[in-house]
């Protein structure tokens, strides 16, 4: 079992640049394959970015390659969304997911924090 709490989010203007963070407990965090999503309400759960079990190893979605960055702190059991030049359109609920093999449908995830992009 793993306990996923994100932290970071609220209102932010156009152009800001916030970091999102996830910090995790249970199981070994290292073993984890990490990842963000986010969703609007009405909309489907829109996948973000993921980083592999070490950090040497990332993907984003094209809508944010570019101005978001994953990282990861085994040492610290958290996993980081640095999200730089934000938009409206990126306002949503993000959360942090888990899971051992990369399909985040069967692992763990977070209860969320929202973003608000607006001035």
């Known amino acids: 079992q793993v306990q996923l709490v994100e932290s970071g989010g609220g209102l932010v203007p156009p152009g800001g640049s916030p970091r999102l963070s996830c910090a995790a407990s249970?199981?070994?965090?290292?073993?984890?394959?990490m990842g963000w999503f986010r969703q609007v309400p009405g909309k489907e759960r829109e996948y973000v970015a993921a980083?592999?079990?070490?950090?040497?190893?990332?993907s984003y979605a094209d809508s944010v390659k570019g101005r978001f960055t994953i990282s990861r702190d085994n040492a610290k059991n958290t996993v980081y969304l640095q999200m730089n030049n934000l938009k409206p359109e990126d306002t949503a609920v993000y959360y942090c997911?888990?899971?051992?093999?990369?399909?985040?449908?069967?692992?763990?995830w977070g209860q969320g924090t929202q973003v608000t992009v607006s001035s």
């Open positions: 997911a888990a899971s051992e093999g990369g399909d985040f449908d069967q692992g763990y």
């Open positions: 249970g199981r070994t965090f290292s073993s984890y394959v």
């Open positions: 980083i592999g079990w070490t950090g040497t190893g990332t």
